[in-house]
Every structure is written in C-alpha cells, then in structure tokens.
C-alpha cells in the first residue's frame, strides 16, 4: 500500500492512522462513498445501500426504479482492487474506485459500469476510446454577512494567470494536489469571465480519464472549501456571466497504437469512424441532452449564440458547434463535444457520447455538411438541444435506441430522480434553484 503523498503533509489536520475513502458516482455526480481501515479495504469488497439510487440531492426518497425503495432497501457492493488504491488528498488516506454489484451481478445502475461497457464495445472493433476532459468552473468566497459572493479577481481577463487572475493561490493548491495524486494536468487558465477557471486533464483512456475527472472535481472542490472558498461547476451560477461547461474530446487508437483520426483534416475527406461518429452524436442530439446537461439550470447555458453546444451541428475548427473537429493532426486529432456541463457523471456521460457515436458507425450515417456560417447569428440547422430539463427528459425516454446502449436501467432511474427534482424546484425562483444546486456542484 502506498504511504502519504507528498501534499498531505502539510494538512492542517492530521491523521496517525492510514485509511482507504472508497468513492462511487451515483446518477447525480455525488462522490458516495465511506471511510475503512486498511485492514478493510484489503478484502477489496464494501456494502452499501441502494437507496443512495433513491434519493434526490436534498434527499427526498423516490420510488425510482432500481432504487430498491419499495424493496426494502437492500444492499450492493462496491468490488474494487486493493492492489490499485490512489493517493488521496487527505492525511493518511488512499482512495478506492470500483463497480457496482447487486446479488453477486454488475448492477445496472453503476454509471462506471455503463462506461466499461462502452468501452468494450468499442474495442470489440478493435478501437480504444481515448478521451481529454476540458471544464470550467466559477471561485466565491464570503462576504461579511456570510453569502457565497464572487471572488475577488480585480485583474483578471481571458487566459489570465498569476496572482491578478488568482491573488489568494488557489490554483497552485489545486496543482500541488492533482500532482501528487497522480491526476495529470494538461492546462489551468482564466476562462472568459471573472472569476471563472478552465481547468484541463491530459487524455487518457476512456476509464481512466473519467475517473480521473471524477477525483480531480471532487479534490478541488474540498481543498478549496478548506480554505474558505466554493469551487463551483453549476453551469450557469451567473445570469449576466458565462456559462460553465464540460468539453470531450474523444479519439480512438487502434491495436497498433495509431490514432484513427490522424489524418483526417490533414487529407481533407474525413474517415469513416469520424463521420459516423459526428453523426450518430448529432443524430441523438436531443436525448444526449438529458445526461450531459442534467440541471434546470443547464439550460439557462444552453442557448443559442452562447458557444455551448446548443445546435445540433459540427464543424472543423468551429467553436460555435457542437461537435467540433479540432485541427489538430497525427496523435491529437480529436472530436470535441461541447454540450455537458459538470452536473453530469463523467462516466455516464462518456459512455453515452461513445454509444450514439458507436451508433453511428455501425449504421455508416453520415453527419452532413459541416457548418460554415457563424454559429451565432446565422446557423445552417434548426435543430438544437430541449428549452428545459423535462423536454430533454422527454426526449431521452423517447429515444429507446440510445437508452438501450446506455442501459434502460440506468436511464430509467435517472429520469425518476430527475422528474422529482423538477417537483422539487417548481415553487423555486432563480435564485432559490442556484442555491439548491450550489452545495452539491
């Protein structure tokens, strides 16, 4: 077993035992998880209730399918690899990722199951799905009456770093962590607004590159409210600032290693995987919507002119789009989805964007022309993502094709959460819906 990182050393408060935090993501991108002893976490397995997939972020119980509600609330277990456990960010503590089980079988619900199967479906073509993580995320502090408020970023401006971007630090903190977790870093920068962060992984494979996203948002968010501060990946906080959103950037690596999209752009006729991929994204644009942007307030950032994966439409080197191919060669030549916001399970999300791109392949559809206009004030398409959540909810239920990849299971109960959720935000205005969200992204 792995002893303290480098970065814990300096933790205010110290530990004299060693321990393992064992983590899942549920539906809704909560890092559930519980604190064992070592000696516990050597078994490799660890019991907890399926209730955690009957339950909305303020708690509210619903008879969600899968959930186990009407069940009695039984138990799962989360299988891991003790001989795998991460450096943790906290004194003394590693960190276990796992799957899911329920009565000895992959339990349906697991969002880091629905990705294994993803992937494995890819590489039953011989692909590896490589993906690299972009997100955005806006820093508050207190004011003196004690409200989370803006922070103070008085010299901040677009691709801004150093202390007028970041007077108080807190992206070294984060670096220092990230590092010595061993969650690699690609970029941090300021992003379009004050005081809003872009905050970038290097690529990995698919499983890896959402488990890493999964640490890296939940690291950053607990160092910082240590030190005073909310690191906030709510899509929109802000009605007069930008969005917040997550960006995947997705390329396949066939059995020699060769990135298949290399030489795409550089030959000027895009490959078959590329087209088929752009278009099975593109032709289940509306349902994708559900999981990737899974808040009311997801949809006050999708909109259009706001370069944030609104329309259903692509292009090369266009950030106006939704599926944007980069124009990048050789080993970097990528898609970049545009759509998701951190609301969302980076292991659900992941293995949706792969399955309606594996659609596509598979049925040879074609994605049409790239867009050439704008993208802002004049668009070569009419279709785009649902006005609100429960349209998008509609339009996931609807599109059986897309549920079925995903896993009808898991979509089923994500729906029944999420339509409870909107109950629970009816009587909400906008600012009541901010701070019902707030603590949790």
């Given at each position: 077993?792995?002893?303290?990182?480098?970065?814990?050393?300096?933790?205010?408060?110290?530990?004299?035992?060693?321990?393992?935090?064992?983590l899942?993501a549920d539906?809704?991108n909560?890092a559930?998880?519980?604190y064992?002893?070592?000696?516990?976490?050597?078994?490799?397995?660890?019991?907890f209730?399926?209730?955690?997939?009957?339950?909305?972020?303020?708690?509210?119980?619903?008879a969600?399918?899968?959930?186990?509600?009407?069940?009695?609330?039984?138990?799962?277990?989360?299988?891991?690899?003790?001989?795998?456990?991460?450096?943790?960010?906290?004194?003394g503590?590693?960190?276990?990722?796992?799957q899911?089980?329920?009565?000895?079988?992959?339990?349906?619900?697991c969002?880091?199951?629905?990705?294994?199967?993803?992937?494995?479906?890819?590489r039953?073509?011989?692909?590896?799905?490589?993906?690299?993580?972009?997100?955005?995320?806006?820093?508050f502090?207190?004011d003196?009456?004690?409200?989370?408020?803006?922070?103070?970023?008085?010299?901040?401006?677009?691709y801004?770093?150093?202390p007028?971007t970041?007077?108080?630090g807190?992206?070294?903190?984060?670096?220092?962590?990230?590092?010595?977790?061993?969650?690699?870093?690609?970029?941090?920068?300021?992003?379009y607004?004050?005081?809003?962060?872009?905050?970038?992984?290097?690529?990995?494979?698919?499983?890896?590159?959402?488990?890493?996203?999964?640490?890296?948002?939940?690291?950053?968010?607990?160092?910082?409210?240590?030190?005073?501060?909310?690191?906030s990946?709510?899509?929109?906080?802000?009605?007069?600032?930008?969005?917040?959103?997550?960006h995947?950037?997705?390329?396949?690596?066939?059995?020699?290693?060769?990135?298949?999209?290399?030489?795409?752009?550089?030959?000027?006729?895009?490959?078959a995987?590329?087209?088929?991929?752009?278009?099975?994204?593109?032709h289940?644009h509306?349902?994708?919507?559900?999981?990737l942007?899974?808040?009311?307030n997801?949809?006050?950032?999708?909109?259009?002119?706001?370069?944030?994966g609104?329309?259903?439409?692509?292009?090369?080197?266009?950030?106006?789009?939704?599926?944007?191919?980069?124009?990048?060669?050789g080993?970097?030549?990528?898609?970049?989805?545009r759509?998701?916001?951190?609301?969302a399970?980076?292991?659900?999300?992941?293995?949706?964007?792969?399955?309606?791109?594996?659609?596509?392949?598979?049925a040879?559809?074609?994605?049409?022309?790239?867009?050439?206009?704008?993208?802002?004030?004049?668009?070569?398409t009419?279709?785009?993502?649902?006005?609100?959540?429960?349209?998008?909810?509609?339009?996931?239920?609807?599109?059986?094709?897309?549920?079925a990849?995903?896993g009808?299971?898991l979509?089923?109960?994500f729906i029944?959460?999420?339509?409870?959720e909107?109950n629970?935000?009816?009587?909400?205005?906008?600012?009541?819906?901010?701070?019902?969200?707030?603590?949790y992204?």
């Open positions: 077993m792995n002893s303290l990182s480098p970065f814990t050393a300096d933790m205010s408060r110290a530990v004299a035992f060693e321990r393992a935090r064992l899942f539906q809704l909560l559930r998880g519980k064992v002893p070592m000696t516990e976490a050597a078994k490799g397995h660890a019991r209730c399926v209730g955690t997939y009957a339950v909305t972020y303020d708690r509210t119980l619903v969600a399918p899968g959930g186990g509600l009407l069940d009695g609330l039984p138990d799962m277990e989360m299988h891991f690899d003790p001989d795998a456990l991460r450096p943790g960010w906290e004194p503590t590693q960190i276990a990722l796992g899911l089980q329920f009565k000895g079988a992959p339990f349906p619900l969002g880091r199951g629905a990705l294994i199967r993803a992937i494995a479906a890819w039953a073509r011989g692909l590896e799905p490589m993906v690299g993580i972009e997100m955005e995320a806006y820093v502090q207190r003196a009456a004690g409200n989370w408020v803006p922070y103070e970023t008085p010299g901040a401006f677009v801004g770093t150093g007028f970041d007077p108080a807190l992206v070294d903190t984060i670096w220092e962590a990230a590092h010595a977790c061993g969650i690699p870093i690609e970029s941090m920068n300021a992003e607004d004050a005081p809003q962060f872009e905050l970038t992984l290097r690529f990995a494979d698919a499983l890896r590159a959402a488990d890493d996203a999964f640490l890296f948002r939940q690291m950053a968010r607990e160092l910082l409210l240590r030190k005073g501060y909310l690191l990946f709510l899509p929109k906080p802000f009605a007069d600032k930008s969005g917040s959103g997550l995947f950037n997705i390329s396949f690596r066939d059995g020699a290693g060769r990135n298949v999209f290399a030489d795409d752009v550089a030959s000027g006729t895009l490959s995987t590329m087209r088929g991929a752009i278009a099975g994204m593109l289940h509306e349902a994708l919507a559900a999981i942007a899974p808040t009311t997801s949809y006050a950032r999708l909109q259009p002119a706001s370069l944030s609104y329309w259903a439409n692509w292009g090369i080197d266009h950030r106006s789009v939704t599926v944007r191919v980069s124009a990048e060669t080993a970097a030549a990528r898609i970049e989805h759509m998701a916001d951190c609301a399970s980076p292991y659900v999300a992941i293995a949706a964007l792969l399955q309606a791109a594996l659609i596509g392949v598979e040879g559809m074609d994605p049409g022309a790239p867009e050439t206009d704008d993208g802002l004030e004049t668009v070569g009419d279709r785009h993502t649902p006005h609100d959540l429960p349209a998008a909810l509609d339009a996931l239920e609807a599109d059986t094709v897309l549920t990849a995903v009808a299971d979509v089923a109960n029944a959460i999420k339509r409870e909107l629970n935000l009816a009587t909400r205005d906008e600012a009541g819906t901010i701070a019902y969200y707030l603590p992204i």
